[in-house]
């Protein structure tokens, strides 16, 4: 019996991306056994950047459900990721996840590899802005093993598995995720999956999440993309000497610098004046 399970970030009960999940697993097999979680019935605290994670030994120290969620990660054998698009970027919860990235990474010899698909639902097509983007890159910091990822069209509750093509879409998703994993679509990063670019010149396109390197050639059979050597920004060598190296390094630099650095804070003393609500 393999295990899924199903992180919903929507709040709607039988909302669009907890009955597209419920289809995704269904088509997974019938070994398969879903299991739920609502994020926003965990208690998730705001990262405070202490870097007391960093320092071997030692846990996130926000008392909340950080460490639940992880255990229900690593128990799990298949991951589904599921969240609306609000103001054109994915539910807040989810950002609250990402930011809580640096403990998560502590973690990566036990969480690295899970297969995952992402689910993100729009009410418009075309509105869905960067969603999709930010829950590729949210589930490849986790160290999941991406498989597919979609974005469903459907204001109310219900319309997410009645849009022309919903289901069969869904079905494959849930094929993919213990089997092979859908193939980069045109135009898309072919590293981290991300729908968006920026030119750093007029032929040349870096992608802002992973640095990969593209170019767009005009010729008579219309525009094709050309990539560069792929970005190795996922890797779990590159990610590991980030958040378990590197931040180790500069957490140690800050204790040998401190005298130094309160120096310069505290000249910045002068007008601590805080709104708070009442």
């Known amino acids: 019996m393999k295990k899924i399970l199903g992180l919903i970030a929507s709040q709607r009960r039988y909302a669009n991306g907890e009955m597209l999940s419920k289809e995704v697993a269904a088509a997974a097999g019938d070994e398969c056994q879903l299991e739920l979680l609502r994020m926003a019935d965990l208690n998730l605290g705001l990262c405070r950047g202490c870097y007391t994670c960093v320092i071997p030994g030692k846990r996130c120290p926000i008392d909340d459900n950080l460490?639940?969620?992880?255990?229900?990660?690593k128990a799990a054998d298949g991951i589904i990721l599921s969240a609306p698009c609000?103001?054109?970027?994915?539910?807040?919860?989810?950002?609250?996840l990402a930011d809580?990235?640096?403990?998560?990474a502590q973690l990566y010899d036990e969480l690295w590899g899970k297969p995952c698909v992402i689910i993100a639902t729009s009410g418009i097509a075309g509105r869905e802005g960067y969603t999709l983007t930010?829950?590729?890159?949210?589930?490849?910091?986790?160290?999941?093993?991406?498989k597919d990822s979609q974005v469903f069209i459907g204001a109310l509750p219900g319309e997410g598995v009645l849009g022309e093509g919903a289901l069969t879409r869904a079905h494959e998703m849930g094929k993919a995720l213990f089997g092979q994993a859908r193939q980069v679509r045109e135009g898309e990063c072919p590293t981290c999956w991300s729908q968006t670019w920026k030119f750093v010149d007029p032929q040349t396109l870096v992608?802002?999440?992973c640095g990969q390197r593209a170019s767009l050639l005009v010729g008579n059979e219309g525009v094709r993309w050309v990539y560069g050597g792929a970005s190795n920004m996922f890797d779990k060598d590159t990610?590991?000497?980030?958040?378990?190296?590197?931040?180790?390094?500069?957490?140690?630099?800050?204790?040998?610098?401190?005298?130094?650095?309160?120096?310069?804070?505290?000249?910045?003393?002068?007008?601590?004046?805080?709104?708070?609500?009442e």
Not at 100 to 104: E, K, N
């Open 67 to 73: 460490y639940f969620l992880v255990e229900k990660i």
């Open 86 to 96: 609000y103001a054109l970027g994915p539910a807040a919860v989810i950002k609250v």
């Open 100 to 104: 809580r990235v640096i403990a998560l």
């Open 134 to 146: 930010a829950l590729n890159t949210i589930a490849r910091f986790l160290g999941f093993d991406l």
């Open 207 to 209: 992608c802002p999440i």
């Open 239 to 277: 990610l590991q000497n980030h958040f378990q190296r590197w931040l180790s390094v500069k957490a140690k630099e800050f204790i040998s610098r401190r005298e130094e650095l309160a120096e310069v804070r505290n000249r910045y003393k002068w007008n601590d004046i805080w709104l708070k609500p």
